[in-house]
C-alpha cells in the first residue's frame, strides 16, 4: 500500500515562504513523475507543479511560475515545493500526486495521492 504524505503547510502572510514536503512510503517512487496540485474551496483540483523521475525536467503551471520550485530526492523518496513570494490566490490544499506515465496539466492518468496539507496566506 503506497502512502503520500504532505508536510509544511501552514498560514502565512503574503510576501512570504513555505516549503512542502511529500514523503512516499509503501515502494519507491523512484520511476515514477512526482507532482503538486491544489484545491482552493469550491474550485476544481488544479496542477501546479511536477519533475520527472530523473528530476532533470520540470514543469509549472503559469500562475506559480518564477515563484514556486519543486525538487525531489529520490534517496528518501521525498518531493519538495519551495512556495516563496506567496499571494493570496494561493491559498488552497495542496495534494502530492505520483504518476508512473507523467504528470500532466490535468489529474487524469495520477496513481496515488496524498491527503493534502492546507497552505493558507494572509493579505
Known amino acids: 500500500q503506497v502512502q503520500l504524505v504532505e508536510s509544511g503547510g501552514g498560514v502565512v502572510q503574503a510576501g512570504g515562504s513555505l516549503r512542502l514536503s511529500c514523503a512516499a512510503s509503501?515502494?519507491?517512487?523512484?520511476?515514477?513523475?512526482m507532482g503538486w496540485f491544489r484545491q482552493a474551496p469550491g474550485t476544481e483540483r488544479e496542477f501546479v507543479a511536477a519533475?520527472?523521475?530523473?528530476?532533470?525536467?520540470?514543469y509549472y503551471a503559469d500562475s506559480v511560475k518564477g515563484r514556486f520550485t519543486i525538487s525531489r530526492d529520490n534517496a528518501k523518496n521525498s518531493v519538495y515545493l519551495q512556495m516563496n513570494t506567496l499571494k493570496p490566490d494561493d491559498t488552497a490544499v495542496y495534494y502530492c500526486?505520483?504518476?508512473?506515465?507523467?504528470?500532466?496539466?490535468?489529474?487524469?492518468?495520477?496513481?496515488?495521492w496524498g491527503k493534502g496539507t492546507l497552505v493558507t496566506v494572509s493579505s
Open positions: 500526486a505520483a504518476a508512473l506515465k507523467g504528470i500532466g496539466a490535468t489529474t487524469r492518468g495520477i496513481d496515488y
Open positions: 519533475i520527472t523521475w530523473t528530476g532533470i525536467s520540470t
Open positions: 509503501g515502494r519507491t517512487l523512484s520511476s515514477y513523475a
